[in-house]
């Protein structure tokens, strides 16, 4: 087994989280995914491959912000250069924003105005 450090744990529990809310499971799907988390109402498929990041990009220091737009677009916060990832609700990587703000600690999707 192999020794995984506490940064590296945390950010793969929040992508399988992330995974996990792009990709809930209706209990009464056929879909045989290759493992399920939760129970019940809250069963969700676990997608390895979900938010990866492009050879040479890290994640850096989380926080564990997570917001969710309108369009199902998923927004991932860091504490690096990083800024903030911006995935599809697929799991692809769109985009980077905030770049040249390293310690974003939180984050919230919110209208205003309507």
Do not use: C
């Not at 045989?32 to 990041?53: C, F, H, I, K, M």
């Not at 998923?74 to 769109?94: A, F």
């Amino acid at each position: 087994m192999t020794n995984m450090h506490r940064r590296t744990f945390f950010v793969t529990a929040g992508i399988t989280a992330l995974a996990g809310r792009a990709f809930s499971v209706p209990p009464d799907s056929s879909f045989v995914p290759l493992q399920r988390t939760g129970n019940g109402e809250w069963t969700y498929a676990v997608v390895s491959d979900w938010g990866s990041l492009p050879s040479g990009t890290r994640f850096g220091g989380t926080h564990g912000a997570i917001a969710e737009d309108r369009s199902g677009n998923i927004y991932v916060s860091t504490q690096s250069d990083t800024g903030v990832l911006v995935y599809s609700s697929d799991g692809r990587l769109l985009r980077k924003i905030a770049t040249a703000y390293p310690e974003i600690h939180s984050l919230v999707h919110a209208t205003e105005g309507g």
